[in-house]
C-alpha cells in the first residue's frame, strides 16, 4: 500500500525560508508530486521528482530521496500569498494518492 | 483557455435526492479523475477514468457512479445522497498517466464543488 506523512501546520515569517517535508512509503515508487492549494480553492502544480536530488524553480525547490522516502519543499524568500496548503502526492499506475496536506501561514 | 469546469460550483439537497455534478475539460485529456476532500482527511480519489468508456474505483467510490461516453466529459453521479456525502469535491485531468515514458503528468483540477447533504 501507499503512505504518506505531512506535518499539519506551519508558520513563518515574510522573507524566511520555509522547509515542508513529507515522508512516504509505497510498494512502486513512479514519482512525486507537490501541489498548492489556496484556501476554498483548487490545488495547482508545483514541481514532480522522480529522481533524487533537488529540482529549482524559482522561490520554490523540491528535494527528493527514493531511499528515504522522504521529500522537501523549499520555499524561499517567503510571501504572503505563500500563505496556502501544500500537498505531497503519489501517483500508482492510475490512482493517485494525496496526503492531508501542510498549512503554511506566512506572517507579517 | 485551457480549464477544468465544474458545475454546480455549490449545492444543497436534501437525503435520497439523486444528483449529478457535471465536469468537462478541453484540453484532450485521456485521464480524468474524480476526488473529494474534507477536513483532515485530505484529497481522497472516488473514481478515475484512463479514456473513454474506461473506469475505475479510486479509493473511495461507496456512494458514487461515474460515466465516460466523452473524452471531455466525466460526470460525478450520486444516486442516493446521504449526510456523509456533505464534502468539496474536485474533478481534474491531465494527459494519460504513462505517456511520455516514466514521468507522470499533472492534473489539471477544476474549482471545487461544494456540496452539502441535509
Known amino acids: 500500500g501507499q503512505n504518506i506523512d505531512q506535518p499539519t501546520e506551519m508558520t513563518a515569517t515574510e522573507g524566511a525560508i520555509v522547509q515542508i517535508n513529507c515522508t512516504y512509503q509505497t510498494s512502486g515508487f513512479n514519482g512525486l508530486f507537490w501541489y498548492q492549494q489556496h484556501a476554498g480553492e483548487a490545488p495547482t502544480f508545483l514541481s514532480y521528482?522522480?529522481?533524487?536530488g533537488l529540482e529549482e524553480k524559482g522561490r520554490f525547490s523540491s528535494f527528493l530521496s527514493r531511499s528515504k522516502g522522504y521529500s522537501y519543499l523549499l520555499l524561499k524568500e517567503l510571501q504572503m500569498k505563500d500563505s496556502a496548503s501544500y500537498l505531497c502526492a503519489l501517483p500508482g499506475t492510475y490512482k493517485y494518492i494525496f496526503g492531508t496536506g501542510t498549512r503554511l501561514k506566512v506572517l507579517a | 483557455e485551457a480549464q477544468v469546469t465544474q458545475n454546480p460550483r455549490y449545492l444543497i439537497t436534501v437525503t435520497g435526492k439523486k444528483l449529478t455534478v457535471t465536469c468537462s475539460q478541453n484540453m484532450n485529456h485521456e485521464y480524468m479523475s474524480w476526488y473529494r476532500q474534507d477536513p483532515g482527511l485530505g484529497l481522497r480519489q472516488i473514481y478515475y477514468s484512463m479514456n473513454v468508456e474506461v473506469t475505475d474505483k479510486g479509493d473511495v467510490p461507496e456512494g458514487y457512479k461515474v460515466s465516460r461516453k466523452e473524452k471531455r466529459n466525466f460526470p460525478l453521479i450520486l444516486e442516493s445522497p446521504s449526510p456523509n456525502q456533505t464534502s468539496l469535491y474536485f474533478c481534474?485531468?491531465?494527459?494519460?498517466?504513462?505517456?511520455?515514458?516514466?514521468?507522470?503528468?499533472?492534473?489539471?483540477f477544476g474549482p471545487g464543488t461544494r456540496l452539502t447533504v441535509l
Open positions: 481534474a485531468s491531465s494527459l494519460s498517466p504513462l505517456a511520455g515514458g516514466p514521468a507522470y503528468n499533472e492534473q489539471f
Open positions: 521528482n522522480v529522481l533524487d
